[in-house]
């Protein structure tokens, strides 16, 4: 089951693509891949091309405005450098690489981007350990199982979510940290506490609901986002 899109035109679809960088002989983990996959959709948002009167703002504004679709794609040698040609924001934790583009048509993606594998994106399970304190964190529901591709979106999802629901003071605390954030798998008992939170009238933990485009149904908690005291 996915979601209805019969009322859109495809034609007028928009979507944010996401490039994972993933060599064949050095692959990342799969955390620090979801880490800079975080931070990177966010700080396309955030940038300061993004804001009124900036180059970018159409386009960002515009998407924002309809459903937010992130498409995730993986890139390697030259591939990935080519991207780095277009505009977006580039961002790597511990070796692991995203640079998430400026969103806009899907019928108009440049060549740099078509080209390149939707699929192919798998990485192995890690065991990343405990976060550094005081980073934003985003949860994973333990009981849905995503690709990595389907997985940096979600991430990314969160954190544009996390941060429209922050105070400045905070929104500026996480900029001024590089928008590092922390992706982890919570447990049964956290995924719990999560929902009740982010149900409630707690604006520091937020929940993204997926659309349904793909892997998952309609309405499905994917991830949570909380940002510390």
Known sequence: MTSDTSDEDPAL???????L????????SRTA???????????????????????????????VAGRIRKVSRRARGAHWAA??????????????????????????????VSRLQISG??????????????????????????????AAAQVGHA??????????????????????????TASPGQWSELMAAGSGADRSTVLVRDAGFTEVTPGTVTCAAHFPS
């Open 159 to 184: 954190t544009m979510i996390l941060a429209a629901a922050l105070p400045p003071e905070a929104l500026d605390s996480w900029r001024a940290n590089g928008l590092r954030t922390a992706v982890r």
């Open 83 to 112: 991207v780095q040609e277009l505009p977006g924001v580039t961002v790597t934790v511990d070796g692991a690489s995203v640079r998430s583009l400026v969103p806009g048509l899907v019928t108009e993606l440049p060549r740099e």
């Open 121 to 150: 994106t798998e990485l192995p399970a890690d065991s990343p350990g405990v976060p550094a304190p005081g980073l934003p964190m985003v949860w994973l529901n333990p009981g849905v199982e995503l690709t990595v591709g389907k």
């Open 13 to 19: 679809v928009r979507a944010m693509p996401m490039v």
């Open 33 to 63: 891949l979801l880490e800079a996959a975080a931070a990177s959709a966010l700080a396309v948002c955030l940038d300061e091309r993004a804001a009124p009167g900036g180059e970018w703002h159409p386009d960002v504004s515009t998407w």
């Open 21 to 28: 960088r993933i060599e064949r002989a050095e692959p990342p």
